[in-house]
């Protein structure tokens, strides 16, 4: 876990990240329980590999914090770890039933735009899809309401 220090100096590099997430998902995402948790579901599931192991709680993170689709996660686990289907599946079921049933839900004052990420580029994460314009109303006579002679 980060010093308070740190913690303070990432608060001051980037204040847009710590406005947008609210604090007590950052405390419970930082707590040690939680990486704990993580390591020990990636042992669970059979993978020991610390580097592999960064990857997954990389993800897992991410998803945690709205940047990644939770749903997609077992996806995401496999292209972006390296991991085979079945370990995926499982360490999402766990992480959801571990770690995601405890954080309380909270709408987000805003919709999160999912960008594509320069930090996992086997991430396919495309950008919100632009809304087409809506057709203007021109104003127009309306000639079928018009009274014939």
């Known amino acids: 876990m980060p010093e308070e220090f740190d913690v303070q100096k990432l608060k001051s590099e980037y204040p847009q990240f ?37 990857k997954i709680a990389y993800r897992i993170t991410l998803a945690l914090l709205g940047k990644i689709p939770k749903e997609n996660l077992t996806e995401i686990l496999e292209k972006g770890a390296g991991l085979n289907h079945e370990i995926a599946r499982k360490i999402h079921a766990l992480v959801n039933l571990l770690i995601s049933s405890k954080i309380k839900e909270t709408p987000p004052a805003q919709p999160t735009k999912l960008k594509r990420s320069p930090l996992i580029p086997e991430l396919v994460l495309e950008e919100e899809l632009e809304k087409p314009p809506k057709p203007e109303n021109h104003s127009k006579k309306d000639i079928y309401r018009e009274l014939t002679e």
């Open 18 to 54: 710590f406005e947008e997430v609210p604090p007590e998902l950052l405390e419970f995402i930082l707590a040690k329980e939680t990486s704990s948790k993580i390591a020990e579901i990636c042992f669970e599931s059979g993978v020991e590999d610390e580097e592999k192991i960064e």
